[in-house]
């Protein structure tokens, strides 16, 4: 079985400073980790996906993850925010076996101006 | 091309009525996912189906609640009879079998007075 950790709630961040979210996981197996981001009244769409290969993925809209094995992290960054980028961001974890996607918390960023 | 659709939108019911969603796949996706979103319990995976077959039911929550897929563009979620604790944004996402990448619908919200 797997879990994922996101471990900010929420995160204030001020237009055009770095930003970086957090998400731990545990699992028995090997894993595929994504991030998806959710806009108001939205479903959520990918941004990133960590299948194999490099460990640093980037995706769309600027943001970039570094998947960490060793710490079992997959943290999402970006290096200058823009209030467009407020919305909510959801870490999650896939045994490489199945296709069951396990979901984190969310991290609610919040772009102030 | 259409994304994940999703019906209705909205849908306030009283407690003991039957409620039906429904979901249409992008075309060409072979698996169906039903969530629900809550703020207390964040995304929670239903049902999935891969080729119209479901393949994991334990997230349904209890017999109330069933889900089918009588063919590979269309899927109902049907909550028979609602309470009050339904209440929730339900979404679908679809897949292709291998991608694992979802896309997701925009949701239904549903208040059960």
């Known amino acids: 079985a797997q879990s994922v950790t996101q471990l900010d709630s929420q995160v204030p961040v001020f237009e055009e400073a770095p930003v970086e979210l957090r998400c731990n996981y545990s699992?028995?197996?090997?894993?595929?980790l994504f991030w998806y981001v959710q806009y108001p009244n939205q479903g959520l769409q990918l941004l990133l996906k960590?299948?194999?290969?490099?460990?640093l993925v980037k995706g769309i809209n600027g943001f970039e993850a570094e998947f960490n094995k060793s710490q079992t992290s997959f943290h999402l960054r970006k290096p200058s925010v823009h209030i467009s980028d407020t919305a909510e961001y959801f870490c999650?974890?896939?045994?490489?076996?199945?296709?069951?996607?396990?979901f984190g918390a969310g991290t609610r960023l919040f772009v102030k101006a | 091309d259409a994304g994940v659709i999703q019906s209705p939108r909205h849908e306030v019911t009283e407690m003991g009525q039957e409620v039906t969603l429904r979901c249409k796949p992008i075309?060409?996706?072979?698996?169906l996912f039903w969530y629900r979103q809550t703020m207390m319990r964040g995304l929670e995976l239903l049902i999935y189906?891969?080729?119209?077959?479901?393949?994991?039911d334990s997230g349904m929550p209890e017999d109330r609640f069933s889900a089918k897929m009588p063919n590979a563009s269309f899927s109902t979620l049907k909550i028979q009879p609602s309470e009050p604790r339904d209440s929730a944004v339900y979404f679908c996402?679809?897949?292709?079998?291998?991608?694992?990448?979802?896309?997701f619908g925009p949701g239904t919200r549903l208040t059960v007075t």
């Open positions: 996402a679809s897949s292709l079998l291998n991608s694992y990448e979802q896309y």
């Open positions: 699992s028995s197996v090997s894993v595929y």
């Open positions: 960590y299948l194999s290969g490099s460990t």
């Open positions: 999650a974890v896939m045994g490489t076996g199945g296709f069951k996607t396990i």
């Open positions: 075309s060409g996706h072979n698996s």
């Open positions: 189906f891969n080729n119209n077959v479901p393949i994991d």
